[in-house]
C-alpha cells in the first residue's frame, strides 16, 4: 500500500476504501448516466463508445447495444476485455472527477434479463417500454454486462513544479464499493 508517486503511476492504494473516497465514487456512479468503455480489436485497434448504462449493487454495469457495433464486436473477440470511464463532462479544467474501471463485459443470460430490465429502465426516459424479447433473437440487440475487476477514481493533483500538476488516482477496494452499497 502507498501513496500517489512516479515509481508507482501515480496511484494512491492507501485510501482505497475511505468512507469519504467510497461515498464520492458512489455520488460519481449514481449521477452519470453515460459512460465511455474502451475496447480493442484482436489487432490492436482501440475504440471507444459513449453509451446509457445502469448498475447494480455489485457495481456490474449494464448497456444494450447493437451486436455488430464496433465495441461489441470486440468484445466478441477479446473475451471481453475491455475498460470503462465514466465521468462528468460538465465541470472546468482540473476539477473533473471520475471512475476507471477494468474489467470483462458479455452478453447478459437470458434468465438475468427480468432483473437488468428494470435497472435500464429506472434511469432511462420515463415511459419507455422493454421485455427480454427486445434483446433476444431476432433483435439485432443484446443487453451487455461488465464485472468490474479493479476500479480507480480520480485523486488529488500533486504539484510537481509551480506550474506542472500531476493527476493522480485512487485505486478502490471493490469488495468495500460493494458492501456499503
Avoid: C
Avoid at 12 to 19: A, E, H, K
Wanted: no cysteine.
Amino acid at each position: 500500500m502507498s501513496i500517489a508517486t512516479a515509481e508507482n503511476g501515480w496511484v494512491n492504494t492507501v485510501d482505497g476504501q475511505t468512507p469519504e473516497v467510497i461515498i464520492r465514487a458512489r455520488k460519481i456512479l449514481e449521477g452519470t448516466i453515460y459512460g465511455t468503455p474502451s475496447t480493442s480489436s484482436p489487432d490492436g485497434l482501440p475504440w471507444v463508445s459513449p453509451l446509457f448504462f445502469t448498475y447494480d449493487s455489485d457495481w456490474n454495469l449494464y448497456w444494450s447495444s447493437a451486436m455488430v457495433a464496433q465495441h461489441s464486436q470486440n468484445l466478441y473477440a477479446n473475451q471481453g476485455r475491455a475498460a470503462i470511464a465514466i465521468y462528468s463532462t460538465d465541470r472546468e479544467e482540473g476539477k473533473g472527477q471520475g471512475l476507471y474501471l477494468s474489467g470483462t463485459a458479455a452478453e447478459v443470460e437470458t434468465e438475468d434479463m427480468d432483473r437488468v430490465i428494470p435497472l435500464l429502465l429506472k434511469r432511462a426516459a420515463k415511459g419507455q417500454q422493454r421485455s427480454p424479447a427486445d434483446y433476444l433473437a431476432p433483435s439485432p440487440r443484446r443487453l451487455y454486462r461488465f464485472q468490474p475487476q479493479t476500479v480507480w477514481i480520480t485523486g488529488e493533483r500533486i504539484a510537481f513544479s509551480e506550474t506542472v500538476l500531476i493527476d493522480t488516482k485512487i485505486q478502490l477496494n471493490l469488495a468495500s464499493l460493494v458492501t456499503r452499497f
